[in-house]
Nanobody
């Protein structure tokens, strides 16, 4: 099976940076896309960023554009999320996800992604 494991979360002050990583420790997978989502307590899972594997095209939620950068290691099927200028509203559990198929319309939706990690906590204090 595919097993995605996130790492790099933590507690930081507003304005600080964190780098999240997601590694596939299960069977080899060449995804169509990988993405990051986040979920704050009592809220729905929210799209953050995604990368199309074939060409490296990146996609960002408006709330993080210019602050977050998603990147990939194609050989290792690893995806990272560099988060700069963190804000308290970025506080959430961040989930890594992998998709078997790519759809431009669905890239921001949880339904496009078949595999999910357990999440890593990011807390930004003011």
């Amino acid at each position: 099976q595919v097993q995605l494991v996130e790492s790099g979360g933590g507690l930081v002050q507003a304005g600080a940076s964190l780098r999240l990583s997601c590694a596939n420790s299960g069977r080899t997978l060449t995804p169509a896309a990988m993405g990051w989502f986040r979920q704050a307590p009592g809220k729905d899972r929210e799209y953050v960023a995604a990368i199309r594997w074939r060409d490296g095209s990146t996609y960002y939620a408006d709330s993080v554009k210019g602050r977050f950068t998603i990147s990939r290691d194609n050989a290792k099927t690893t995806v990272s999320l560099q988060m700069n200028s963190l804000k308290p509203e970025d506080t959430a559990v961040y989930f890594c996800a992998a998709a078997q198929y790519f759809n431009t319309v669905l890239v921001t939706r949880t339904t496009m992604y078949a595999y999910w990690g357990q999440g890593t906590q990011v807390t930004v204090s003011s």
